[in-house]
């Protein structure tokens, strides 16, 4: 371990001695000038805060956005060239300077520029307080909420955004892909569980918009072969207080309930933001599994069915608080702190039947099993954000600190025919993950839309598991401990014009795990660099059509939980339990997409991914059956897709998707070689809102999906569907939403598993069907900028996250 911590320290020097090098230069290469100007109104009095657009002039391509200050004041830093200047103001008309010339370190003043209401003005483009729902960048679309989802919980709402799907046992996927959650930018590592308590957790009032990246670029961490859904948090840009209080209850078979408060105060220098959220669901969850063992002549040997049935109660609770300083002009300082806290129970029982091949029932028996788990999260974060010019050069520093436990407490008893065979014992499962990560990412703007990233980041990871087991006769206690350090260094250059737009990137990642089990004295040590290039391509057809290509290489690095060999236990004869020797997968991916007007988007994709993770079954002892994962040989992944996302009529907003997939593999399990090149299967999803009034609007969601299948599984068709209304009040600051889910109560989970020498039927029913009501109601005002006002504007516009 001492050697690979020497070997991350002389790679992380390396990576900062690269970047102070790099933008050194860069900067030592450009001379600049500056422009300036004044903005007023039509009475000739100082409008503060315009949003300022540099310009290039020959392709009207972005060079730089600020804000003019409190006395309607603005100034560039510019390398020479022409450009020219944009205005936006909410209320007023679009206004654009004449062209000019910058040459080198001169000052160039453009005087006075006139803003009009746009009520006066003919042939202007208007600013509306709401922004569009989908907007189309060169690698994501972003989807602003606009009050989407009247405060429930973002899990919920997401059905609701293009390309994104989650089922009811609350497996997210984009464009068919599994996809990591970025919050902020800033990666979680929890597990699925712990994810989705999490999003039950966040209201989607508290979140201004969420990013779409099918295609990460060089940027991002080059973790995970799926896409990214980055969740951005609302950020206030008026001064004084804001807020929104929400609070809903459902009903299935049991109850349900939400609510919470976000608070955001911003002063003359910081900003205060405080979410305190809560979630609390009672479900059931049924599973039936058939597992059928099959001989070396291919013939079955003997079969166990176990009929489990429990019921789950969940809640959750994630306060959140977080301060930005203004320390100057250019730079902020921002200070996070958000512990979680989730209570669990399950209480079930599993009825199992172990039949041989002649028809003869060996036993039967009863499993009860108890489930008592608490989890805690604790993350904190420091981002340092400095704006070294009015050109554009910025440089932002994270620190994050992020803690994970979950404890888990089970009671067994199995109970049979025979009173000597009944077992009971006692289970202990602790798990505790602790990251500390350091990341620093640089922006350099260059001439004629162009811009040059850089960045780094570094990571050490431990993960310590705990299992303790006793019974009547004997116990045991074993230790699981991973170890895991990552350091990285990115670098992107990229073009942003009228009509071709690019991105290139480059990213390259120094890995050192290290792994020690107690009980069973295993381990191993691995260590390896990859390089991860990308590529992201625009081209404007004209204003209503445009063609993009995305090109990356990516790593999917096995979970915690999945390199975690210690035992979970779903009944007395069904096991899970991770794979130390478990290896990356390394995928190439390809995506092709055309656009039409920014509301329908088709197109291709296609992922190749060797050492594919892949889920199988192994017999054990006395019909007892382990799932665990594996690598495959490697696997392919199509798809062709269609999304329409639109206000077709100013009463009817649709958003439509449709997923045409096929996927094949090939891998060796238990002995036996397992191939397939799939099947075509359609998913789709159809989200509708309909306004009937100015206030009340009713929406329906339809989500299908095919027969499919996923390497070793082949998923059974389901279909379900949605519907619910929303009424707005006190001039639309409240409004109330009421869903009925699954109405036909028709969501299914079925599939089978081929794992060759084991043959598995899963048939899971989940409490889809219920009915769901959320109020949300938004407070709070502005306090009115006086000449004395120190601009805070233009740095709570720094700290929100730039686009990229």
């Known amino acids: 371990m001492r050697i690979s911590l020497l070997q991350s320290a002389r790679f992380f020097y390396c990576l900062v001695s690269v970047l102070l090098l790099g933008s050194v230069v860069v900067h030592a290469q450009q001379k600049t000038g500056k422009v300036n100007g004044d903005v007023v109104d039509e009475n000739a009095t100082s409008v503060p805060f315009v949003q300022v657009t540099l310009r290039n002039s020959t392709d009207s391509s972005s060079v730089k956005v600020v804000l003019a200050d409190e006395k309607g004041r603005f100034a560039f830093e510019v390398v020479p060239g022409k450009y020219l200047i944009e205005l936006k103001m909410m209320g007023y008309g679009i206004v654009y300077s004449k062209v000019f010339d910058i040459v080198n370190e001169r000052i160039h003043s453009i005087g006075t520029i006139q803003l009009k209401p746009a009520a006066k003005q003919l042939g202007t483009v208007n600013i509306s307080a709401s922004l569009p729902f989908v907007e189309r960048r060169a690698d994501k679309l972003i989807v602003n909420l606009n009050g989407l989802g009247s405060g429930a919980p973002i899990l919920e709402v997401m059905n609701q955004l293009p390309g994104v799907s989650v089922t009811p046992d609350e497996q997210i996927s984009l464009n068919g892909k599994s996809v990591q959650i970025y919050i902020d930018g800033k990666a979680t590592t929890l597990s699925a569980e712990a994810l989705a308590g999490m999003l039950k957790g966040i209201s989607s009032s508290a979140i201004q918009k969420v990013e779409l990246i099918s295609q990460p670029s060089a940027k991002y961490d080059a973790a995970g072969n799926g896409a990214i859904i980055n969740i951005i948090r609302k950020r206030n840009y008026n001064a004084g207080l804001n807020g929104n209080i929400y609070f809903g209850g459902g009903k299935g078979t049991f109850g349900k309930a939400n609510g919470g408060i976000n608070l955001n105060y ?440 095919g027969k499919s299948m996923d390497r070793t599984i082949t998923n059974q068709a389901f279909a379900y569907l949605t519907a619910g209304v929303r009424q707005q009040f006190l001039k639309k600051r409240a409004s109330a939403q009421l869903n009925f889910v699954d109405v036909f109560k028709s969501y299914r989970n079925y599939y089978e598993q081929n794992s060759g020498v084991v043959q598995q039927s899963w048939r899971n029913q989940f409490e889809t069907r219920m009915v769901k009501l959320n109020f949300s109601y938004s407070f709070g005002g502005t306090i009115k900028n006086t000449k004395k006002s120190d601009s805070a504007e233009e740095e709570k516009k720094r700290s929100v996250l730039n686009e990229n």
């Open 266 to 705: 911003k002063g003359k220098s910081y900003n205060v933001l405080l979410n305190m959220d809560y979630n609390y669901n009672k479900y059931y969850l049924d599973n039936f599994i058939a597992s059928t063992f099959i001989g070396a002549d291919g013939r079955p040997t003997g079969q166990v069915i176990s009929d489990i049935q429990s019921t789950r109660t969940n809640a959750n609770y994630t306060p959140n608080l977080g301060v930005d300083f203004y320390l100057s002009k250019r730079t902020t300082l921002s200070a996070s702190v958000k512990p979680g806290f989730q209570s669990f129970d399950r209480n079930g029982s599993a009825q199992i039947r172990n039949t041989h091949q002649n028809g003869n029932t060996e036993g039967d028996s009863q499993f009860i099993n108890a489930v008592d788990i608490y989890a805690s999260n604790f993350s904190s974060g420091l981002r340092l954000q400095h704006q070294m010019d009015t050109l554009g050069r910025e440089l932002t520093v994270d620190l994050d600190y992020y803690r994970y436990g979950n404890y888990n407490d089970q009671n067994n008893r199995t109970l049979t025919f025979n009173p000597v065979s009944d077992l009971s014992s006692v289970i202990g499962q602790d798990r505790v993950v602790g990251v500390y990560a350091l990341k620093m990412d640089y922006t350099h703007p260059l001439s004629n839309g162009r811009q040059l990233e850089m960045g780094m980041k570094t990571s050490y990871i431990n993960s310590d598991n705990t299992n303790f087991y006793q019974d009547m006769a004997s116990q045991q206690t074993d230790l699981f401990d991973y170890k895991e350090s990552i350091s990285a260094l990115y670098l992107t250059y990229g073009r942003t014009g009228k009509k071709f737009s690019y991105q290139l990137g480059i990213r390259g990642e120094y890995t050192y795990g290290k792994a020690e089990q107690q009980f069973e004295m295993n381990g191993f040590t691995r260590s390896y660099f990859q390089p991860f290039p990308s590529l992201h391509v625009d081209y404007k057809i004209d204003k209503n059509h445009n063609i993009s290509l995305g090109l990356n290489k990516r790593i999917e690095r096995p979970g915690y939980e999945s390199l975690n060999p210690l035992v979970r236990i779903i009944s007395s004869n069904n096991l899970q339990q991770g794979n130390p020797a478990l290896k990356p997968v390394i995928a190439y991916n390809a995506d092709l997409w055309y656009g039409y007007k920014n509301a329908f988007f088709f197109g291709l994709t296609y992922s190749y991914s060797l050492d594919d993770f892949t889920s199988h079954a192994v017999p054990l002892e006395n019909g007892i059956i382990t799932t665990l994962p594996g690598n495959a040989e490697y696997a392919g992944y199509f798809t062709l897709q269609a999304m329409y996302g639109k206000q077709v009529l100013p009463w009817w907003y649709t958003s439509t998707n449709a997923i045409l997939s096929r996927r094949n593999f090939k891998g060796e399990f238990n002995g036996a070689l397992l191939q397939s090149d799939g099947i075509f299967s359609l998913l789709a999803t159809s989200y509708n809102s309909f306004s009937l009034s100015k206030n009340f609007s009713v929406m329906f969601l339809f989500n299908y999906r």
